[in-house]
């Protein structure tokens, strides 16, 4: 034979049987996996969500501060803010800037 084989370690559990069943022997430490960026712009992803939130917030604001529900059915502004940032944060998803 041209190289020996390397027994098998035999464990000793506590009940005796002598087995490690559904345990991989690893080694100490496993490869780290390669980061992979996420495709699409994070500029475009990060304006469309801070405009969403601007947009909640102001409608917030309108809702408990201007008035009520009148001021905020009157006040388009909130729902336009909060709609460009989710168009900008689909378009981040998928295009690169």
Same mark, same amino acid.
């Given at each position: 034979m +041209? !190289?020996? %084989? *390397?027994h098998k370690k035999v464990y000793q559990d506590n009940w005796g *049987?002598? +087995?490690r069943e559904g345990y991989e022997? &690893?080694?100490p430490a496993r490869p780290l996996r390669a980061a992979q960026k996420a495709p699409g712009s994070p500029l475009l992803r990060g304006v469309g969500? %801070? !405009?969403? #939130? !601007?947009g909640i917030f102001w409608g917030v604001y309108l809702l408990f501060y201007?008035?009520?529900m009148i001021a905020l059915q009157q006040n388009h502004g909130p729902m336009a803010v909060v709609g460009l940032g989710a168009v900008c944060? #689909? &378009?981040g998803k998928y295009l690169r800037v």
């Open positions: +041209a !190289g020996q %084989l *390397t *049987t002598g +087995a022997d &690893l080694g969500g %801070l !405009g969403i #939130v !601007g201007g008035g009520g944060s #689909v &378009l």
